[in-house]
């Protein structure tokens, strides 16, 4: 069964303490593995997109890796406005008739000032 | 920047009536999916449209859940009566997805649906 784990569930850091979130899956294959940041009360909203283990991606202070069993969110020097519900999600390459992604629970990051 | 529109965004009704959110994808986009999200759990797909047809429905609860694109372009998802369980959020995403390995899934702001 296609699977997706996110951890830690929750993570408090003060601001310019930089930390990583972590994506474990296990799929039938990897068609794409994707990050979403969700505010509360709010729609997924797309970050990164990985096809490949070694594969990187940055945007402003979020760098995402991949490997064959496991992302990684690193945030580097995060603010106040980083803090969000972070999940990660699994397009599979099975045998389903669609091309739903399989989402974790989400990491709900808190920054303080 | 286009972006997925929903309507409501927020819905309390009583159980056992019915209730319907409306969704319009990004302008061309083939694909749109409705899914499901209790609080504190990740989004869980419910059907998934390529233009008017359904690809996967195999997790939408059927005697009760409906959902429709006739035209391949917006959608309506409608439940018919509302039980208490169903109280979620109910997010469409769409994307441009036609068979290639591109998948990049936008989400609209979700309606936030409330049973009594």
């Known amino acids: 069964e296609d699977q997706v784990t996110q951890s830690p569930e929750a993570l408090r850091l003060q601001e310019g303490e930089s930390s990583s979130l972590n994506c474990s899956y296990t799929?039938?294959?990897?068609?794409?593995l994707f990050w979403y940041r969700q505010d509360p009360g709010k729609g997924p909203e797309f970050l990164f997109t990985?096809?490949?283990a070694g594969e990187e991606k940055e945007k402003e202070r979020l760098k995402a890796t991949l490997t064959k069993k496991e992302s990684f969110l690193h945030i580097t020097a995060p603010k106040p406005e980083d803090s969000a519900t972070y999940l990660c999600a699994v397009h599979p390459r099975g045998n389903q008739a669609g091309t739903a992604l399989i989402f974790g629970k989400g990491t709900t990051l808190s920054v303080s000032s | 920047e286009a972006e997925v529109a929903q309507s409501p965004r927020y819905k309390i009704t009583e159980k056992s009536q019915a209730v319907a959110f409306w969704c319009d994808p990004i302008?061309?986009?083939?694909?749109l999916y409705w899914y499901r999200q209790i609080l504190g759990q990740g989004p869980e797909l419910l059907v998934q449209?390529?233009?008017?047809?359904?690809?996967?429905d195999s997790q939408l609860p059927k005697d009760r859940f409906s959902a429709e694109r006739l035209k391949g372009v917006d959608s309506t998802l409608k439940i018919q009566p509302a039980e208490l369980g169903d109280s979620a959020m109910y997010l469409c995403?769409?994307?441009?997805?036609?068979?290639?390995?591109?998948?990049?899934?936008?989400f609209g702001p979700g309606t936030r649906l409330t049973v009594l």
């Open positions: 449209f390529q233009d008017e047809s359904v690809v996967d």
């Open positions: 995403a769409s994307s441009l997805f036609r068979g290639t390995t591109y998948n990049e899934q936008f």
């Open positions: 990985l096809y490949s």
């Open positions: 302008s061309g986009h083939a694909t």
């Open positions: 799929v039938s294959g990897l068609r794409g």
